[in-house]
């Protein structure tokens, strides 16, 4: 976000690098992620890395439909991926997708009309979104 390839001007640092800032040290594939990197935990290193290279941001849950950190105001899904759709289209928005235990960042999303009928049709409504996905492994 904040590094010449996002929209700052800071140069980029690798996933090691990073590392190394929060406290960990190699070999970092030995390392067991799941029983100590929830949301919360997360966010807390957002604003560290902020700290450490003197940007400002925030963290927050986009959409949680249940348990601790619910988000409020979104009603349903649909309303969820919208708000998803609305960050990946923000070039100033970062999102990191947590689902059981393992994380993966969304990188943009593509609209397909749901009948292949329509697929060279100038307008359809009736669409599919599909959510691309980056992740390590």
Same mark, same amino acid.
């Given at each position: 976000?904040? %590094?010449?390839?996002?929209?700052? !001007?800071?140069?980029?640092? !690798?996933?090691?690098?990073?590392? *190394?800032?929060?406290? =960990?040290?190699?070999? =970092?594939?030995?390392?067991?992620?799941?029983?100590?990197?929830?949301? /919360?935990?997360?966010?807390?290193?957002? #604003?560290?890395?902020?700290? #450490?290279?003197?940007?400002?941001?925030? /963290?927050?849950?986009?959409?949680? /439909?249940?348990?601790?950190?619910?988000? +409020?105001?979104?009603?349903?899904?649909?309303?969820?991926?919208?708000?998803?759709?609305?960050?990946?289209?923000?070039?100033?928005?970062?999102?990191?997708?947590?689902? #059981? *235990?393992?994380? +993966?960042?969304?990188?943009? =999303?593509?609209? !397909?009309?749901? %009948?292949?009928?329509?697929?060279? /049709?100038? !307008?359809?409504?009736?669409?599919?979104? =599909?959510? +691309?996905?980056?992740?390590?492994?």
């Amino acid at each position: 976000l904040y %590094s010449v390839i996002g929209s700052g !001007s800071l140069p980029p640092v !690798s996933q090691e690098e990073v590392m *190394n800032i929060l406290g =960990f040290e190699p070999p =970092f594939d030995q390392i067991r992620w799941g029983p100590f990197t929830g949301n /919360a935990t997360l966010i807390r290193w957002f #604003h560290r890395l902020n700290e #450490h290279f003197g940007v400002k941001g925030k /963290a927050y849950y986009l959409y949680k /439909a249940h348990g601790y950190g619910r988000t +409020m105001g979104i009603q349903n899904v649909e309303e969820g991926k919208e708000k998803l759709f609305e960050a990946i289209r923000n070039p100033n928005c970062g999102v990191i997708y947590h689902c #059981h *235990n393992h994380y +993966m960042v969304p990188l943009g =999303f593509i609209s !397909s009309p749901k %009948s292949q009928l329509d697929v060279y /049709a100038p !307008s359809v409504t009736d669409v599919e979104p =599909f959510i +691309m996905i980056g992740e390590d492994r």
